[in-house]
């Protein structure tokens, strides 16, 4: 038995595919896996043993299709759901499995602000889309298995546990904390921090860096995506905006405060940790202002406040944060 699972983009949504990939290779121990997905973000998951192959996609998926259909895949499973994924399934046509997207009613939730969205996360309803595979959530969560081959000259000089992991990133402004609400969070924080980020950071990190010298570490745009992963893996706790590494501290179970702006989220991509860890679950926080009018503007995000006064994070009381 061969699957194909897709999906092409970004770090934080091909991690939470990881339960599927796990679930599937232990109800089919035999089967082949096979994985579809851009060839940036082949990092989140090279270190992955439940994979057998991967298709990265350079440039046009059109352009891996004969490949693909070489392989003869049995069941292709569709976890991007985009013209893309569409184009490789009538393409291989082979049965195939996705899920669903809930776009009416987070378009309903952005413009009309009426709640019609479920009370269920992202992995749930990747598992509701492949149901009758027979293949269920075993309730361990995420995955995250670092790959060595970016971290082998990479030795972090910090005690494990003993500092907290602060995200910078984020895609889009409006899923950011303004500097002067880092800076607040950053004096609030009595041990080591460690800033994590990309090029797009840097500044900022170094600002952050330059007033409290004696309690951070700025990394932001100088490691790769694995070695970020293990300084949130041996994080004590890790505060981040809702971003990919939000998603990769869940993996390594560990307690996450998340904070959220233009973006919420009963939108059903919050920190995730299965079943079987719901006392982890317990233990972390989110971190939003609650009965805003103008939130969610977006289900993605802006480039900037539509409205202009970005109370949604202009607005967060880090005085309700409990495990610092």
């Known amino acids: 038995m ?7 983009s970004s770090i934080g949504d091909v991690v939470l595919t990881t339960p599927v990939i796990r679930c599937i290779k232990n109800k089919y121990p035999d089967a082949e896996i096979h994985y579809l997905t851009k060839v940036q973000f082949h990092p989140v998951l090279a270190g992955n043993p439940y994979i057998d192959k991967f298709h990265l996609m350079q440039h046009e ?23 893309r994924s569409v184009l490789v399934k009538r393409a291989l046509g082979k049965p195939s499995f996705s899920f669903d997207k809930i776009n009416f009613a987070k378009w309903i939730k952005v413009n009309l602000k009426l709640h019609l969205l479920p009370n269920k996360h992202i992995v749930n309803r990747f598992f509701d889309g492949i149901a009758k595979l027979q293949i269920t959530n075993d309730g361990h969560g995420l995955d995250y298995f670092i790959w060595q081959n970016e971290i082998y000259d990479f030795n972090p000089p910090h005690e494990h546990g003993k500092y907290t992991a602060l995200v910078l990133g984020a895609k889009h402004a409006t899923k950011r904390l303004p500097f002067n609400k880092l800076e607040e969070l950053c004096k609030n924080i009595n041990h080591n921090i460690v800033l994590l980020g990309g090029k797009e950071e840097i500044e900022i990190g ?11 570490i700025n ?13 949130v893996k041996n994080a004590g706790i890790v505060i981040t905006h809702d971003t990919g590494l939000m998603h990769i501290a ?3 179970k560990k307690p996450i ?20 860890h719901k006392d982890l679950a317990a233990q972390s926080q989110i971190l939003e202002v609650e009965n805003l009018s103008c939130r969610p503007c977006s289900k993605i995000g802006f480039d900037s406040c539509p409205k202009g006064h970005f109370k949604c994070m202009n ?4 005085g309700e944060i409990k495990l610092l």
């Not at 607005?315 to 880090?318: A, P, Q």
């Open 250 to 252: 869940s993996a390594f």
């Open 61 to 83: 998926v059109k352009e891996m299709l004969p490949d693909l259909k070489a392989e003869n895949f049995d069941y292709v499973i569709d976890l991007h759901k985009n013209l």
């Open 315 to 318: 607005g967060i009381d880090f």
């Open 206 to 216: 170094e600002k952050l860096n330059s007033l409290f010298p004696e309690k951070i």
């Open 257 to 276: 405060i998340s904070i959220w702006g233009s973006t919420i989220p009963a939108f059903g991509m919050y920190p995730y940790y299965g079943e079987k």
């Open 2 to 8: 061969k699957f194909l699972i897709i999906r092409f």
């Open 219 to 231: 990394y932001c745009g100088k490691i790769n995506l694995n070695q970020s992963a293990l300084l």
